[in-house]
């Protein structure tokens, strides 16, 4: 069965600095992977799509990565701000119309 | 556009009672998608649709029905709640299935007593 291990349950990172956010995933080559962010007591919000011929996308402060042969997708977040706290959430297509959620890294930024 | 509404936001309900979450969209999606979200687990897929007419079961549909008579609904139905239901229930939708952004609604949060 699938299965996405996202780094850790909370990370806690200084503002201003770089925060890096891990997905790894198991028995499963998806053909795209998705990031969200979601906030307490909110549904998740879309932020980077990457599909699996890119090895990099980026959008303001965020990018990430995506390497099939890890099975492996980093998130970063640039120049990091207390607004950027929240929960972050990798998510696999894995056919089917079926999207896969992993249980998500709670980041703190602190001021 | 409101988006993806959601009603209501909190219910609660004893075990054995039926209800019905209400989902809609306005931005003429085709894909539409039922989650529900438990602590520790990240969230699950409960039913979809591709268009109106046309559902199909995700992970976890045991003791859900849902129904899409329209592009713009997409209720989930609970049949005889039981406490293991107890969860926050989330909708979704996007413009096609595949590598376009979900929309997600604002949730509903369920209590089965």
């Known amino acids: 069965s699938q299965k996405i291990e996202q780094n850790s349950e909370a990370l806690n990172i200084q503002e201003g600095k770089t925060a890096t956010l891990t997905c790894n995933y198991t028995?499963?080559?998806?053909?795209?992977l998705q990031w969200y962010r979601q906030d307490p007591g909110r549904g998740p919000v879309f932020l980077l799509l990457i599909r699996e011929n890119e090895k990099e996308k980026r959008k303001e402060r965020l990018k990430v990565t995506f390497d099939t042969t890890l099975k492996q997708s980093l998130f970063h977040i640039t120049a990091s701000q207390p607004a950027d706290s929240a929960t972050y959430l990798c998510?696999?297509?894995?056919?089917?119309?079926?999207?896969?959620f992993g249980t998500g890294t709670r980041l703190t930024v602190i001021p | 556009n409101a988006g993806v509404t959601q009603t209501p936001k909190f219910q609660v309900l004893k075990t054995g009672q039926s209800m019905t979450l209400q989902c809609a969209q306005d931005?003429?999606?085709?894909?539409m998608s039922w989650y529900r979200q438990d602590p520790g687990m990240g969230l699950r897929l409960i039913h979809y649709s591709v268009g109106a007419g046309i559902t199909d079961q995700g992970e976890v549909p045991n003791g859900y029905n849902v129904s899409r008579s329209t592009t713009e609904d997409f209720p989930l139905r609970l049949l005889s709640a039981a406490p293991s239901q107890t969860s926050v229930y989330f909708c979704?939708?996007?413009?096609?299935?595949?590598?376009?952004?979900?929309?997600f609604g604002p949730g509903t949060r369920l209590t089965v007593t």
């Open positions: 028995n499963y080559s998806p053909a795209y």
């Open positions: 998510v696999l297509e894995t056919g089917a119309n079926n999207l896969f």
């Open positions: 979704a939708s996007s413009y096609k299935p595949g590598p376009y952004e979900q929309y």
């Open positions: 931005m003429n999606h085709e894909y």
